[in-house]
């Protein structure tokens, strides 16, 4: 098998330069490298890999290359869902609201999305898209505390922490003195790290639910350089968040690397506390709170473990599960009774459990990891929205993915340790793990190599495809722990999609839209959003038992017009309802793994649930069937979908990237709940 070209580049990362090329070395097919793309190899690709920072990917190549020449991108063209935190909010937000029993319901903090420039927008926001937080604010819990996130930003960019709305407004003032004074100090915490942003270049932000249990240990236990451990008196709890390096390869294979990082606050944790600083605004310490460390680089490595070190470490988070270990006290017995020694034992595992970390313990954390990751990859794929995460083929990624430990100490707990899903980074900052771990990423690099890139240029029945080809979801191999495996069907190679990746929108918008698709093999989901009605029969009543709503979506920015049913679908002006349009009332896509022969041929029936089976119509209260029979290109990008259900009308307008998935001429289902 002949060998195959690699563009390596990394100019402002060193580290990750040495260790993309060192993967590569002992592979088989030999690799032959180069730091840049000729015009030669752009012009007529062939057997090349692309290996490097995102900006330096050509990513029309990824995207409009004959497949037959088999180039393999080190980046998605396309992952917003995943990577900006406000989309990843949205993505999840959707997915529950179709999966109320995903572990993503107890896995991710409360959050919500706002944008907005200037802070005398934030009463109006209060009133409405903040309307459920503004709620939970005025009740004045004393442990309830929200964190602010740009939208963004990383390495702890604008990261703040407030309790009232006063101080949430008080924050956006102070970006805005921020943005008018560039040379201002305000915004720079104790050790002098600047963390204000710019409100007029970061419109969007998120607010999530500040953890206020978090797993509290101290790093000092693991201690570096041979180093004696402290005494048990001297022990101060640290918060800390975990670093998940996570790969996703093709459409779709997803994997955790299971050497995970703990990266703990500079100082003890104490619970989040508001002081008036300079002229009265209130001044929160956020050391306590910050664990990244890009903005505790002159710690170096003193705050950086693997998971696995912290086992055998002591738990000082969770009032009595934190008391000093001592000897279990011995059972009452009557005179002469013998003692139980498997009653004694179980009550010293009991207690040394809730002691200390336990190697159970951190398997349990990585296998919650596991699952979390599948399902949000599964959220960000399902999105009807495809262009803001679009598996490819012949692309990988790797992910950094940011975890908070909660510690729940209550006897009806239903788990002691849960883990909660903060953010997802492209191109993590892996410089800053530190000389001494840098062999978890050579290890990890190398992983990569052999998993995603290896078998992607080696022959059919190669040693290299039967690895991978009998990798199983759950199975771990090279450190890998295999989390999703999902086959999504793409066209990511068409003349329309390739248009609009590279932004060039011609006159053939409206031919692309009639006759191109983009579907998954994960959801017969065309589209899905929440409506706001704006009005109902606002040109008068034409038939006794139907009306048209018009209504508008916040999350998509979509226009809706819709006939309905009024005996069977009562609703209001100014109500909300959940819409989707779907292909299929069968749960599972034409094909997929563990669909029958019975089952495929139910897909396009009425009742696919008629024998047993629930459909997607049991999530919804209203349902109607019917057909896309016109698209209209408006202005810009906007363009109308129509369909009609027997007679009963439909438009959906705003951005074609919403309605790629709908196809002129398919029939179609439309779901409605309130």
């Not at 979801?473 to 248009?499: H, N």
Request: a negative charge; one cysteine or more; proline letters at 6%.
């Amino acid at each position: 098998m002949d060998g195959f070209t690699a563009f390596v580049s990394w100019p402002s990362a060193p580290l990750t330069n040495r260790l993309v090329l060192d993967a590569l070395r002992p592979l088989t097919p030999t690799p032959t490298v180069r730091d840049f793309l000729s015009k030669d190899t752009v012009s007529s690709p062939v057997r090349l890999l692309q290996w490097a920072t995102y900006d330096a990917l050509d990513h029309d190549l990824t995207c409009s290359h004959d497949p037959a020449s088999r180039v393999l991108s080190s980046s998605y063209v396309i992952r917003k869902a995943l990577i900006r935190k406000h989309y990843l909010s949205r993505c999840i937000h959707n997915y529950l609201t179709k999966h109320p029993d995903s572990v993503l319901t107890r896995s991710v903090p409360w959050t919500w999305e706002l944008e907005l420039s200037f802070a005398d927008e934030l009463d109006e926001l209060w009133s409405d898209d903040l309307y459920d937080l503004s709620e939970q604010v005025e009740k004045g819990d004393p442990s309830k505390w929200w964190i602010l996130k740009p939208g963004m930003a990383d390495r702890g960019m604008g990261l703040r922490l407030f309790h009232t709305k006063e101080d949430l407004e008080a924050i956006f003032q102070e970006f805005e003195q921020d943005d008018s004074d560039e040379d201002d100090e305000e915004g720079r915490g104790e050790e002098g790290h600047d963390t204000a942003v710019v409100t007029s270049q970061l419109r969007h932000f998120v607010i999530q639910e500040y953890i206020s249990n978090p797993l509290l240990l101290d790093p000092a236990e693991a201690p570096l350089d041979d180093a004696l451990k402290p005494a048990r008196s001297d022990l101060r709890g640290h918060k800390f968040h975990l670093r998940v390096y996570c790969v996703a390869f093709g459409a779709i294979k997803v994997y955790v690397y299971e050497r995970i990082l703990a990266l703990f606050s500079a100082v003890p944790y104490v619970p989040p506390k508001s002081v008036d600083g300079e002229q009265g605004t209130p001044s929160i310490d956020l050391a306590p709170h910050l664990t990244n460390t890009s903005l505790q680089t002159e710690r170096g490595e003193a705050g950086v473990r693997l998971l696995d070190e912290l086992v055998g470490c002591h738990i000082l988070s969770g009032g009595p599960s934190a008391a000093p270990p001592r000897q279990p006290q011995r059972p009452p017995r009557a005179m002469g009774q013998a003692l139980d020694p498997e009653a004694i034992n179980a009550a010293r595992k009991s207690h040394a459990r809730h002691a200390t970390l336990t190697k159970e313990d951190v398997e349990d954390l990585k296998g919650q990891i596991s699952n979390v990751l599948a399902e949000t990859f599964k959220a960000a794929i399902e999105m009807s929205v495809h262009f803001q995460c679009q598996p490819l083929p012949n692309a990988f990624e790797l992910f950094g993915v940011d975890f908070v430990v909660a510690h729940d100490s209550s006897p009806g707990a239903l788990r002691k340790f849960q883990v909660k899903l903060l953010e997802v980074n492209s191109e993590p900052a892996i410089e800053l793990t530190g000389p001494r771990l840098t062999w978890i990423l050579e290890d990890l690099f190398k992983g990569i190599a052999k998993t995603c890139v290896e078998p992607y240029f080696s022959a059919e029945g190669s040693p290299a495809h039967a690895v991978t080809d009998a990798w199983k979801v759950g199975e771990t191999k090279q450190e890998l722990r295999m989390c999703l495996d999902q086959q999504i069907r793409s066209a990511c190679r068409s003349a329309f999609v390739q248009d609009c990746q590279m932004g060039r929108f011609g006159k053939s918008l409206n031919t692309a839209l009639a006759t191109s698709k983009m579907s998954t093999n994960t959801s017969n989901i065309l589209f899905d959003d929440i409506f706001s009605i704006t009005d109902i029969d606002k040109e008068g009543k034409k038939f006794d038992r139907v009306s048209r709503l018009y209504a508008h979506s916040k999350n998509y920015d979509m226009d809706l017009t819709l006939d309905y049913n009024t005996e069977l679908f009562p609703i209001q002006s100014g109500q909300s309802i959940a819409l989707a349009l779907a292909s299929s009332l069968s749960r599972n896509p034409q094909g997929a793994a563990g669909t029958t022969e019975d089952e495929d041929k139910d897909r396009d029936v009425w009742r696919p649930d008629a024998k047993g089976r629930r459909g997607l119509d049991d999530d919804y209260e209203y349902v109607m069937y019917g057909k896309v029979y016109r698209f209209d290109s408006g202005s810009g990008e906007v363009v109308t979908a129509y369909a009609s259900f027997g007679g009963l009308l439909m438009s959906l307008t705003g951005s074609f990237r919403h309605l790629t998935s709908i196809v002129l001429g398919d029939p179609v289902f439309i779901l409605l709940r309130r």
